[in-house]
Nanobody
Framework: VQLQASGGGLVQPGGSLRLSCAAS????????TGWYRQAPGKQRELVAH???????NYADSVKGRFTISRDNDNNTMYLQMNSLKPEDTAVYYC?????????WGQGTQVTVSS
């Protein structure tokens, strides 16, 4: 499985961005897919994930501001990020995993700054 992340950029505090993660094949029915982020000097952390059954989970720091979704027909996952804060600045990575396999996409930089 190949994952291609896109949509990062520079945005002012309070702004919005939508990240996309395109998968090379249909995976959502068999993998939990999600977004992680890594800020400079910090460990990579889970931002949100969505299970094959459609259940979602969010980090407390993004609840109410970020929404994870997927388009099964186009094998694409999204992360809608609203009310962005400077502390959301990080490289964002998409991920697909199950019990046996774990795939990562390349990162996309999100910078929140005035």
């Amino acid at each position: 499985v190949q994952l291609q992340a896109s949509g990062g950029g520079l945005v002012q505090p309070g702004g919005s961005l939508r990240l996309s993660c395109a998968a090379s094949r249909s995976i959502f029915s068999i993998y939990t897919t999600g977004w992680y982020r890594q800020a400079p000097g910090k460990q990579r952390e889970l931002v949100a994930h969505i299970t094959p059954g459609g259940g979602t989970n969010y980090a407390d720091s993004v609840k109410g501001r970020f929404t994870i979704s997927r388009d099964n027909d186009n094998n694409t996952m999204y992360l809608q990020m609203n009310s962005l804060k400077p502390e959301d600045t990080a490289v964002y990575y998409c991920n697909a995993k199950n019990t046996y396999l774990n795939y990562w996409g390349q990162g996309t930089q999100v910078t929140v700054s005035s």
